[in-house]
């Protein structure tokens, strides 16, 4: 079993739809990150999060510890959100990636 | 202010070869950590480096290394080159360890033939 697990691999929305992405965790992990890479492979980094909820413009960010759960949401979704996301989880001694979901938003 | 850049931005080596590769971190940031990215892996995280000391590190084989100078700029290197090498290596500059916001370069590109 990963570590770090997310769903949907892939999700294909509707411009103005709320989006949700999942991210799931192994014990061991002290902080979430979550990455957006968009095509060309350039990566941002999102949010960096160890409790509660973080918001920046349209996305937010969520993080459960007991549940070892974390979400990422995005409102109104644009077609320039499609993007690959990607959850981190912050171990001891290293990060772990989940293998991240696909996401198209269609005009 | 400028971001993190790495150099070069492609690479073709060719099987048993070595390489090197290049990342220099924001202004005033300490702390540099390396990953690869291949479409059958996802993103994996190499090392990081803090302080010109190695802090952290993944589950890679020794051919993989790298170092970090005063000025903080950082260097990877992989020796005998493998075809499964080939990879997008990304590295990501932050102002502290691991705990903060990462800034992320672009990428090297490595193509191993």
């Known amino acids: 079993k990963n570590e770090v697990e997310q769903s949907p691999q892939n999700l294909t929305a509707q411009e103005g739809e709320f989006i949700t992405i999942n991210c799931s965790y192994s014990?061991?992990?002290?902080?979430l990150h979550w990455l957006q890479q968009h095509p060309g492979g350039g990566i941002v980094s999102l949010f960096m999060?160890?409790?509660g909820k973080k918001k920046h413009g349209r996305l937010i960010a969520t993080i459960n510890i007991q549940e070892k759960h974390s979400s990422l949401h995005i409102t109104a979704s644009h077609p320039r959100d499609s993007a690959v996301y990607i959850c981190g989880g912050q171990g001891a001694q290293k990060l772990v990636f989940g293998q991240g979901t696909r996401l198209t938003i269609n005009p | 202010k400028a971001g993190v850049t790495q150099t070069p931005r492609y690479l073709i080596k060719t099987r048993g070869q070595q390489v090197t590769l290049s990342c220099s971190p924001i202004s005033g940031h300490r702390s540099v950590s390396w990953y690869q990215q291949t479409p059958g892996q996802g993103l994996q995280f190499l090392f990081e480096y803090f302080s010109e000391t190695q802090r952290n590190k993944g589950n890679f084989p020794g051919r993989f290394s790298g170092r970090q100078f005063s000025n903080s700029r950082s260097e990877m290197n992989v020796s005998t080159l493998e075809l499964g090498d080939s990879a997008l290596y990304l590295c990501?500059?932050?102002?502290?360890?691991?705990?903060?916001?990462?800034?992320f370069g672009s990428g090297t590109r490595l193509t191993v033939v």
């Open positions: 014990v061991g992990i002290s902080a």
């Open positions: 999060l160890s409790s």
């Open positions: 990501a500059s932050s102002a502290e360890l691991s705990n903060y916001g990462y800034t």
